[in-house]
Nanobody
Framework: QVQLVESGGGLVQAGGSLKLSCAAS????????MGWFRQAPGKEREFVAV????????YYADSVKGRFTISRDNAKNTVYLQMNSLKPEDTAVYYC??????????????????WGQGTQVTVSS
């Protein structure tokens, strides 16, 4: 069982930065592939980024590539999402999710076993 708690959301102006954190409980955190998703008002939840258990591989949605960076610290049971050059269209509730065992369909919500409660990110124009 893994519990996930996101933090770091808030209100920021366009062009600004935020760093989200997702703290995980459980001694086997390092074995989980971790992902970030987001859901904007009136839209479906969408994939943002993923990082494998060893942090050897990362994937990003095209909409955030070059602006967002996912990372993890297995010693702290935490995964991060550094968001730079934020745009109003990045406004959403951001969720972290954990996957074990690894599934190649990392962009699919159904591949993940555990979810956090979400943190709101609002980007003003």
């Amino acid at each position: 069982q893994v519990q996930l708690v996101e933090s770091g959301g808030g209100l920021v102006q366009a062009g600004g930065s935020l760093k989200l954190s997702c703290a995980a409980s459980g001694r086997t955190f390092s074995s989980y592939t971790m992902g970030w998703f987001r859901q904007a008002p009136g839209k479906e939840r969408e994939f943002v980024a993923v990082i494998t258990w060893s942090a050897g591989t990362t994937y990003y949605a095209d909409s955030v590539k070059g602006r967002f960076t996912i990372s993890r610290d297995n010693a702290k049971n935490t995964v991060y999402l550094q968001m730079n050059s934020l745009k109003p269209e990045d406004t959403a509730v951001y969720y972290c999710a954990a996957m074990n065992p690894f599934r190649a369909t990392v962009r699919e919500q159904t591949s993940y076993n555990y979810w956090g409660q979400g943190t709101q990110v609002t980007v003003s124009s």
